[in-house]
């Protein structure tokens, strides 16, 4: 039985070729997340145990705002200048340097424009000189308080050179210095991990990124000989107190490292839900091979059985042809994930600033899933198959190999009662009465709502299928393709169904995402009292933000009634953490966005009073004339008294500080300006005025309502088409399952496709037959898609309606692309059986058995 087995595979090796290249791909994405995650992480705890090579203790402050996932609006916490001397006096320490760090130092290039990363930081800080890690690459270290060095890469983005006169903007407005000196790290390295780096003289580096001089953000310390780094960590501990951090380079790289891994197990996660889709979709193609191969093996298998052959091997025998494709596609699988981790490796190190690489590896995680998903995805799609072929009956060795149909009420229930359990976990999920469980509900819900239109599919098939067959019934070959595509539901459905699964996501994320743009919009549209703003486009941890001296000049202008500009800030308030924000004008904010007093005023603010909406008052338990106690980045705790409470509005909401507050936020400039025009006076004419006073704040622009929009939607574009690229992995297999549906139909009707050649169908003839059968399934397949995910996405906006999304808006026209695209599929899947059926000797094809 093992030795017909074998022999049965091997010649049918070229049948099974495109079941395993489904496998194959899922496989390589689910391996190639891995090695690439596992490189990228191996790479940074490289490059942070590297930068704090030359750290034995480090000293900072404890923040006096607590730190959370949008910790990057708050400054760090500064240590006194005289402090250094208290470390150095410690017992054990050999050295210790003061240093003024932070991010924000954003580099104006060449070219005009702020250079940016892919989120890696932009550190200013102050010039130590050359150690062990930094070396000088030309020129020299900043002497004077006009003169800066940066790193080689930040020199290469930005096309400068020593000499050059460079802007820079930090916490204050640009400012001009000259480029001294280019530096690189050991190991002929131009950065760290992507970071750009600027070097100040010291006071310079404190007034500018730490926002006062006589500070310091840490304090570097070098042990001693014979002293150990947690040694002197204690030392230095008991000498300071409990107010200060005292950390080993080693933990710090430790943290950091931590901290990252979380970053990168969250991008895994992503790769692997997609390598999920794509092997589900697997699932769909390999299943209809298997189906079509028993079918076609129908007399073989019913002879073995007569000759003695048990239901127990007839089903090992198939079981043990869907495990040797799974070992096999699942090895090719790991070796083309390794490639591929490699590759998008590669890519990661150039485009993030071309940090060093770690060399490839391949973690257990990536052979293990492998080849358990590999395996156990081509068994499971095996099994029903698998059963079938036990259940043969020896009799049918005496009758002709047909393949009639069987009932569909068996598929219809399950169907139906799985797309209700998927429905209802969707409900569940989306309303949020899951619990803690929400993100696998919905996951669940999406799952099994999919197999359940899959397996209800094939009660629809034939009507839908014999009504887009009519498009082509015009000629012969049209005919027979109609009536070949709606001949087998099952096989019909199950092709059709795996490109269902990726239209259907696509299509679902698009009525999402034009549905938040539209309701954006009408927000904006409806709410927004501005007629120009001040914004840019966030590219890393720190929003892009202009000299507030802006707003002033521009409240001057002819034609502006009004300017107001928007701080952001995280801060503790009453002992919580909160976001909360500043104005410069609350009057004018309160006309731009709409705010109805409920209590008290939302006249202009004093020193000491702030406002707040009522949501916001209800959580603090604070009403007018009650004190609140506001702990910002920098500064001291202050008191402030409640002067008003307002409504909250979709666009404006939570605690407002006066102007004066700001110097002590994080972000001392504004982040959003707001000008409103004077009644008749048309944008075109204010905006070149405004555009001039932005000359030196090249990370904003001044726009219109409808450019806005744009810029803050096209974040959402850019998901999409991540979405869609990550996505077509799905979308491919699904062709692959078209093209391999075809190809074995056109071995299961051999023998009538040489009686229709032997009465005068032409190859041509018989390649336009086979190709409209493709463009038949691949259509009614974006179709399925199409309805599912507009569903699944009307579904979804309904349930965020409480978050803003109010409109429901559907993408008639990618809706259109998308099916006109599965049109295209269709022939293009086609081509290679059609070319195999026109081919075919027609005595040899009327012979066949």
């Known amino acids: 039985m093992w030795r017909a ?55 900072s402050a404890k923040p006096k705002v607590a730190t959370d996932d949008d910790g990057e609006l708050a400054s760090p916490p500064t240590l006194p200048a005289d402090m250094l001397a208290a470390v150095r006096a410690v017992p054990g320490v050999a050295k210790a340097t003061g240093q003024a760090q932070a991010d924000g130092a954003r580099v104006i290039g060449s070219n005009g424009k702020v250079v940016t990363t892919f989120g890696a930081p932009r550190f200013g800080e102050n010039w130590t000189g050359e150690s062990g890690l930094l070396k000088l690459r030309t020129g020299r270290g900043p002497a004077a308080d006009d003169e800066i060095a940066v790193n080689a890469a930040l020199a290469d983005a930005a096309k400068i050179k020593v000499g050059d006169r460079v802007g820079v903007l930090t916490l204050a407005p640009k400012r001009t210095f000259t480029l001294v000196g280019t530096f690189g790290y050991s190991g002929g390295r131009d950065t760290l991990g992507g970071a750009m780096q600027v070097m100040f003289t010291e ?22 000989g014979g002293v150990a780094p947690a040694e002197l960590r204690d030392r230095v501990t008991a000498a300071l107190g409990d107010g200060y951090v005292v950390k080993t380079g080693t933990q710090l790289a430790d943290e950091n490292a931590a901290d990252l891994a979380q970053g990168l197990s969250f991008f895994n996660k992503i790769l692997l839900g997609f390598a999920g889709v794509a092997l589900f979709v697997g699932i769909f193609l390999i299943l209809n091979t298997f189906s079509i191969l028993i079918a076609q093996r129908t007399r073989e298998l019913a002879l073995m059985r007569a000759l003695g052959a048990s239901r127990r091997q007839m089903l090992g025998s198939v079981l043990a ?32 600033g071309g940090f060093a690489l770690a060399g490839i590896a391949v973690p257990p995680a990536a052979v293990i899933s492998s080849f358990t998903v590999g395996v156990l995805i081509t068994v499971l799609a095996a099994v029903l198959p698998a059963l079938r072929a036990s259940r043969i009956p020896p009799i049918a060795a005496m009758q002709e190999v047909a393949t009639p149909d069987r009932p569909l009420t068996r598929l219809t229930v399950s169907g139906a009662v799985l797309g209700a359990v998927g429905g209802t976990l969707l409900a569940l999920g989306l309303t949020g009465n899951s619990g803690d469980n929400t993100l ?44 070949n595509s709606g001949r087998n539901p099952r096989r019909t459905a199950i092709t059709a169904a795996a490109l269902m699964v990726g239209i259907a996501l696509i299509t679902g994320v698009n009525v999402i995402v034009d549905s938040a743009k539209s309701s954006m919009a009408g927000l904006v549209t409806d709410t927004l009292k501005a007629d120009l703003l001040i914004s840019g486009d966030q590219s890393g941890p720190r929003p892009p933000t202009f000299d507030p001296a802006v707003l002033d000049k ?82 001291s705790e202050h008191t402030y008294t409640v002067a008003g409470v307002y409504g909250e509005t979709e666009l404006f909401d939570g605690i407002v500080l006066p102007r004066q507050a700001t110097a002590d936020f994080g972000i001392p400039q504004p982040m959003m300006g707001f000008l409103q025009l004077t009644p008749g006076t048309a944008t ?99 179709l399925l898609g199409l309805a599912v995910g507009a569903g699944l996405g009307a579904a979804v906006v309904r349930a965020l309606e409480s978050e803003g999304i109010t409109d429901l808006v559907f993408p008639w026209q990618q809706m259109g692309i998308y099916l006109g695209l599965a049109a295209v599929v269709g022939v293009v899947a086609a081509v290679a059986p059609a070319v195999r059926a026109a081919r075919l000797n027609v005595l040899g094809a009327i012979a066949h058995e």
């Open 440 to 483: 696998w509900t919905l996951l669940g819900g999406v799952l099994v709502s999919f197999i359940g239109v899959a397996l209800l599919t094939p009660l629809i098939s034939r009507p839908v299928v014999s009504v887009l067959g009519r498009l082509f019934s015009w000629s012969v070959p049209g005919k027979l393709g109609r009536l």
């Open 684 to 782: 075109a004419q204010v905006l070149p005025s405004v555009e001039r006073l932005l000359a030196d704040s090249p990370e904003v622009n001044a726009v219109d309502r409808s450019a806005f929009l744009k810029q803050q939607t096209g974040g959402l574009d850019n998901v999409l088409v991540m979405i869609q690229l990550l996505l077509g992995l799905a979308i491919l297999i699904a062709v692959l399952g078209i093209v391999n549906t075809l190809a074995l139909s056109v071995l299961e009707r051999t023998r009538e496709l040489g009686l229709l050649r032997a009465i005068g169908l032409g190859r041509a003839q018989t390649m336009r037959m086979v190709t409209v059968e493709a463009t038949v399934i691949s259509v009614f397949g974006a």
């Open 5 to 59: 087995t074998l022999k049965s595979l091997l010649a049918r090796k070229v049948r099974l070729v495109l079941s395993g290249l489904a496998v194959v791909l899922g496989v390589m994405f689910v391996s190639g997340a891995f090695v690439l995650t596992d490189t990228l992480s191996r790479s940074f705890d490289t490059m942070f145990s590297t930068v704090f090579s030359e750290t034995d203790v480090s000293v």
């Open 203 to 224: 006071p310079v580096a404190q007034q500018l990124m730490l926002g006062q001089r006589g500070v310091y953000s840490s304090i570097d310390v070098k042990a001693a």
């Open 321 to 352: 042809e869907a495990v040797a494709i799974g070992l096999i596609a699942s090895v090719v699988g790991l070796g083309a994930g390794i490639g591929v981790g490699a590759g998008l490796g590669a890519l990661f190190a150039k485009f993030g």
């Open 554 to 635: 521009a409240a001057t202008l002819p034609g502006v009634a009004g300017a107001v500009g928007i701080y952001e800030e995280a801060a503790q308030v009453d002992g919580e953490r909160r976001r909360l924000g500043a104005t410069t004008d609350l009057s004018t904010t309160r006309d731009v966005f709409g705010l109805t007093p409920i209590d008290g005023t939302l006249a202009d603010l004093g020193p000491d009073q702030l406002v707040l909406d009522s949501v916001t008052a209800k959580e603090l338990g604070v009403a007018v004339g009650r004190p609140v106690r506001v702990q910002l980045s920098r500064g």
